[in-house]
């Protein structure tokens, strides 16, 4: 549970996650900060929100709300979420990513969505409430699947519109209201390639923060169906032989992950 809003000691040794927008602060080394802050090269914070979100190796954790870019902490550069990607240390992008989703919620929430009234944070737990009409919000989920499709020895890969050039991975939409988990993936499936699946498998689940999805992770077999890619969702996609695959996404990725699963590496 988060604390809002926290005062921490200038003494205290503790891990800074200084969030601008969708990016993170990290050192010149590519590190989150970590120690007290009269250590540190920050500026004063009782300026900034500060929240409590976590531990990390028995270190308290707190998200500072920096404005875009801010130029007042010193010792490093505001860096891309993603710069923290290591299956090394998976528990340090997965607290990145808390933070970034805190932020955006406190920020996207200032005002309520029924009656546009101010809206207020609530002390004991991190929510923003409505003290007109009483409506109150917590920090937004979006449950995903994500799959990984095999036909005998090829694997069904493609690229999305938002992949860099040459990135190739796993099928993956949004759950809609009223579906269960198989339901969403079958429907996805189909609309994004066209064909039907069997053996469906839940493996694992990964919080991915761009912005808020929740990642369900499964395996598939091809049924029935000849590919056909949306062009909406898809640039291209195409069943890739398991020992010539095209750049797939890095160790870390809950896509990589699922991809070794059903090619049993």
């Not at 340090?92 to 929430?109: K, Y």
């Not at 929740?214 to 077999?221: D, R, V």
Request: aromatic share 10%.
């Amino acid at each position: 549970m988060a604390t809002l809003y926290a005062t921490p000691a200038t003494d205290e040794p503790a891990w800074w996650f200084v969030v601008s927008a969708d990016h993170v602060f990290l050192t010149h080394d590519g590190e989150v900060p970590f120690g007290p802050l009269n250590e540190l090269a920050f500026p004063d914070l009782t300026q900034y929100q500060v929240i409590e979100i976590g531990e990390i190796r028995e270190r308290t954790c707190y998200l500072v709300m920096a404005d875009y870019m801010d130029e007042q902490f010193n010792g490093g550069d505001f860096a891309p979420l993603r710069q923290l990607l290591s299956p090394e240390d998976m528990e340090m992008f997965a607290m990145a990513g808390r933070a970034r989703q805190f932020s955006d919620f406190l920020n996207t929430h200032r005002f309520c969505g029924r009656c546009g009234t101010r809206m207020q944070s609530v002390e004991w737990e991190l929510a923003m409430h409505c003290h007109q009409c009483h409506h109150r919000c917590y920090p937004r989920v979006s449950p995903c699947i994500i799959v990984a499709i095999t036909k005998g020895d090829e694997l069904l890969l493609a690229q999305g519109k938002r992949h860099k050039a040459g990135l190739y991975s796993i099928l993956a939409g949004f759950v809609e209201a009223g579906e269960n988990l198989e339901q969403a993936l079958e429907r996805e499936v189909y609309e994004e390639a066209g064909i039907r699946v069997k053996n469906i498998r839940y493996h694992m689940s990964q919080p991915w923060s761009f912005p808020h999805s929740l990642m369900m992770g499964f395996t598939a077999e091809w049924e029935s169906g000849d590919l056909h890619i949306d062009p909406h969702e898809l640039v291209t996609g195409d069943w890739f032989p398991v020992d010539d695959l095209p750049q797939i996404p890095p160790h870390g990725t809950i896509a990589r992950t699922l991809i070794d699963i059903a090619l049993k590496r």
